[in-house]
């Protein structure tokens, strides 16, 4: 039973469905086919404004192909010290951007304080030339602890970032789980509370593999995303595939519906939780991830009834628990119920 | 009908197959899965000698992620002129390799001369820290023009460079083309003949995106190449659905069929051409694509009736044609009658 | 009076003298000169061991074509938060190494502590490839704070760096002023307490800009560092000016002397603060830097007078006092009488 | 007897003054002296014209600095395949670009031209995004065949540039010798011909090491130039010596007489060299290199003799003989004497 993350569900049908009705006949190649070029459009509409949309394989190319583009080598990095960003991306927005500096700040329940933010970049450039210069935030929604940004939280960091003369990127690998915890339009935590560009996860979200760069606004970022995606080996030539997952997690708001089943899940499993003596959340749940305290003997002891499960790096006692659209009421019943032995 | 390119035909039904077949149930992330796990093993049968595989999904990633590997950031990378590293992948050698400076080299039919080769790389170092240090020769099999080497060529070729110290990568996005026009064991056009890592093309052989890097020896290299994947965005979190694709090909040789009839379609092609008074053949046709000579004219009208190819850039009067496993004999027929007109 | 920094003051008379002297007829350009050359033979004698020189420019460039060498793209250099190359680079090391990560890390006194680098390198490669791989760490002698490392606290340093298999750096911007305050053989503090490569620091101290990498064991190393020189534009075609400083330094100790001078002159400064009741030691004094707390009006004060200093950035009450070989005690007691009215 | 390159002679006595008088005292660091703040204007009076300028230590430096901050790290720059960014700086033009391509082009005399530019510009980007993308043109003056661009040739260029939205650079290592050669205003054959930033080289001139980026127009440039200076460790501390030398090159237009001087060296070789039977001039002497062609035991004997200079990489048979302002006509007639024998 595998609660280890939601990349290793397997995906939705209709991601199989889509990939295998994209397969007729020939199409353009390099985003240049019938299912890319309506991703423009389809994004807009959700978004409730025209948006560009590239589509791209992985989240940390999504991450960093936007991030690269917004900010120079010499630039600075402000995120939340567990961001995927800089710490599970092996150095990638380095990479992808020649050298510019991530500045990991604290933060309560994972996510950035707009006061930290702008601490941060007021502080950062007093030795002129000689300091980099903080160049792009970036915030992630739902965060690495399973909490989401509420739209105001957003505002009051857009805010700070925005009149400091930086940009915003969310990276959104779980951003459907955010939206459908926050039960809002996914306008209201994006381009309405300051967002500039959007890292859009469906991979986690029961795609094979699909994710999406979403800018708003800001067409003169379009060139230089499109040629670092190119030139990562990330301009995929039967883009359609990707695009094609892409259109139909849109269909009929797939992508919420399955959000929705996993965070419901993570509900589940975090109500049993609070109902035991020898557990606790460590976090609040508000998306599809549960971060258990509990005795490492009682960690292990789960782990030797086979249930799959990270402990947190360098915290024997905290578990990540995560939930997918595959991960059934049962599951979680069998957990609790081994939880309480 | 499309010409266009062999990336712009539909996957085989059995990449579909595959896919669906390993969308059961959970897998563990980022290659860990059992589907990848099995490539070094399959890949070591195909070739008749251990070798390391990593799954990647695109040509260009699998290039440039191998190659960087084998030369600093200040290291010549010696290739044909028309080489798809030197032409088509919007610099992704030198951002991967860190600036690593490219040579293209002239040479007949698209194929790198040994002598060149010698005569380049011991020219190349005359001014020491100077100059740039040729550390890597790329060749392509098939070639850019549709021609393949035989592998003696690839012997000699392999001499000069390793009696120079430096490594021999092959870019194989129509591998499969080449080897079932040279009609030999895969190991033979590789390591046999000196090729000391090897980018296996599956996309344009008619999976959706999947290719490999193959690593003969040098397990020193794996390290280096494992987190240039990573950190590039190319470690799919799913990488069973790549991984499936791959040793789908590899089941009953799939590969080397769909491979072979997109070859005959080839041959097929340039009989037709070769009969045509008003048109003639450019390159000798080896593997799947066809490079044909006729009046700016003649090409203008067959792209008129709905004809898809490319101009050759700079050549007005040289159409290519790439057929696939998906062109059919009366699509070739057709095509030819065109020409006819 | 100039307390800024110990690089505004005037180079030394011995080394106009030793650049004059150098200017004799023509020689080999690129560091090939007669003084470059003798360069290896007189550091291995300074260090009593077989050592190798990189004569160049400045203490960044040394620092980062020596850090760049030890450590992959994807690599993690740990150093103290207060480090140079953390803070006041402009992310060189990141350019000269394709994107390596600086961790930085806190420590008292500004140095850092052999627990903490032992438990931060265990701590970072838990998720393996996820991960950037610490590969250096780098130590400032003396430190930003004014302090230095005693050998038998390098010694520690190097062996929770060495047995976990990374390589150790030291930042001699002042090592000349930290090996004067230890009054150890510079041995002591490099080499023999494990120190693999040094920044051996001159511009600070009396030159006109002079620094050498020194490599210590290792020829493996020689290649790539004289490659990272050439490719950053920091092979001098006239590199004699900079041998012959360098050379004039070890005549007679001389870097010893200066910064003694400088060293006296910080200790004179020094005890005038504990003497005064309006002022305060912040850290320990080691070397050539002082830094002094006292009222923000304060300092104000002894600025509007014309004292130049470094408000400490994030700290109005913190003052950065550096005293140079051209620093006199008269001027120390006028800024002392300033300090007590 | 020295004709290897002018960056074996000595540096003019004027330029050790400049540099004992810039040694007075405290100056503020990192190019805020009182020296480098009047280069802007006395540069603006040399160019009679509002120009920026930054002083750095090598011509690499400034090469690179300047073309990284025009060229996107997907860009391409063209020059002329014999031109010192493409075979002499060993990548830096990659490195600090983050990966750019060269583009290195044939033309006659070492010269490019603007059709070919045009040319090249136009069919490099038939393929989009899967092209590198031209970015700068970059000329060398005097080239590296020591013949110089007429205003009229250059205009040409800057034409066929600028319509196609590049820039163009000029690397001028030998500018004061090409100015000398064509007798005309530095404005002439620098932005009144339409060049955009010049490298104005000192060093091969009489300096010890200097070297001065010169931006006409284009304000938006410096944030990017001074931050690639910094971050390549270029940022002196000590500029003042630097931009002492450059002063004082200015004085009473010391640069042409160093450079007048040089060049009628290099005639009065040439018409030796004319008037011998076994050796003869292979490109019109325009500055102060003489290439020299004949016997390859000629040119042997004349090494044995004790004459230095260059052989021609990869032509046995051809000198390269370089005159300074420190080449006397008499070692020119012992020269010459010695070709006679």
């Given at each position: 039973?595998?609660?280890?993350?939601?990349?290793?569900?397997?995906?939705?049908?209709?991601?199989?469905?889509?990939?295998?009705?994209?397969?007729?006949?020939?199409?353009?190649?390099y985003?240049?086919?019938e299912?890319?070029?309506?991703?423009?459009?389809?994004?807009?509409?959700?978004?409730?404004?025209?948006?560009?949309?590239?589509?791209?394989?992985?989240?940390?190319?999504?991450?960093?192909?936007?991030?690269?583009?917004?900010?120079?080598?010499?630039?600075?990095?402000?995120?939340?010290?567990?961001?995927?960003?800089?710490?599970?991306?092996?150095?990638?927005?380095?990479?992808?951007?020649?050298?510019?500096?991530?500045?990991?700040?604290?933060?309560?329940?994972?996510?950035?304080?707009?006061?930290?933010?702008?601490a941060?970049?007021?502080?950062?450039?007093?030795?002129?030339?000689?300091?980099?210069?903080?160049?792009?935030?970036?915030?992630t929604?739902?965060?690495?602890?399973?909490?989401?940004?509420?739209?105001?939280?957003?505002?009051?960091?857009?805010?700070?970032?925005?009149?400091?003369?930086?940009?915003?990127?969310?990276?959104?690998?779980?951003?459907?789980?955010?939206?459908?915890?926050?039960?809002?339009?996914?306008?209201?935590?994006?381009?309405k509370?300051?967002?500039?560009v959007?890292s859009?996860?469906?991979?986690?979200?029961?795609?094979?593999?699909?994710?999406?760069?979403?800018?708003?606004?800001?067409?003169e970022?379009?060139?230089?995303?499109?040629?670092?995606?190119?030139?990562?080996?990330?301009?995929?030539?039967?883009?359609?595939?990707?695009?094609?997952q892409l259109l139909?997690?849109?269909?009929?708001?797939?992508?919420?519906?399955?959000a929705?089943?996993?965070?419901?899940?993570?509900?589940?499993?975090?109500?049993g939780?609070?109902?035991?003596?020898?557990?606790?959340?460590?976090?609040?749940?508000?998306s599809?991830?549960?971060?258990?305290?509990?005795?490492?003997e009682?960690?292990?002891?789960?782990?030797?009834?086979?249930?799959?499960?990270?402990?947190?790096?360098?915290?024997?006692?905290?578990?990540?628990?995560?939930?997918?659209?595959?991960?059934?009421?049962?599951?979680?019943?069998?957990?609790?119920?081994?939880?309480?032995?």
């Amino acid at each position: 039973m595998n609660f280890t993350s939601d990349n290793e569900a397997p995906a939705h049908p209709a991601m199989i469905e889509a990939i295998t009705r994209a397969n007729e006949g020939f199409a353009t190649a390099y985003a240049n086919d019938e299912y890319s070029r309506q991703l423009d459009q389809r994004f807009s509409e959700l978004f409730d404004t025209d948006c560009r949309v590239l589509p791209i394989a992985t989240g940390t190319a999504a991450n960093c192909a936007a991030i690269a583009e917004l900010s120079p080598p010499w630039g600075a990095i402000l995120c939340h010290q567990l961001a995927h960003i800089q710490n599970d991306e092996n150095g990638a927005p380095e990479f992808y951007s020649g050298g510019a500096k991530l500045m990991p700040l604290p933060g309560e329940n994972g996510k950035l304080d707009p006061s930290t933010v702008a601490a941060t970049i007021d502080g950062a450039g007093s030795h002129g030339v000689h300091n980099v210069k903080p160049s792009v935030v970036s915030i992630t929604q739902a965060t690495e602890c399973g909490t989401t940004y509420r739209p105001e939280e957003i505002r009051a960091i857009a805010h700070a970032t925005h009149e400091r003369g930086l940009h915003l990127h969310m990276d959104g690998a779980r951003f459907a789980n955010a939206v459908h915890h926050l039960d809002c339009h996914p306008s209201e935590t994006t381009w309405k509370a300051g967002v500039d560009v959007l890292s859009f996860g469906a991979t986690k979200n029961g795609a094979l593999t699909a994710e999406a760069i979403v800018v708003f606004g800001h067409p003169e970022w379009l060139e230089g995303m499109e040629r670092r995606r190119k030139r990562a080996g990330h301009l995929l030539s039967k883009m359609r595939y990707v695009s094609a997952q892409l259109l139909a997690m849109l269909d009929d708001d797939l992508w919420l519906t399955l959000a929705g089943t996993a965070n419901e899940r993570a509900t589940q499993l975090a109500r049993g939780i609070e109902a035991n003596a020898r557990a606790s959340l460590h976090w609040p749940v508000e998306s599809n991830e549960v971060f258990m305290k509990a005795e490492p003997e009682k960690l292990a002891a789960l782990k030797a009834q086979g249930f799959l499960f990270h402990i947190w790096p360098g915290h024997d006692d905290l578990a990540r628990l995560v939930c997918s659209w595959a991960t059934t009421e049962e599951q979680v019943a069998e957990f609790l119920g081994a939880l309480d032995e």
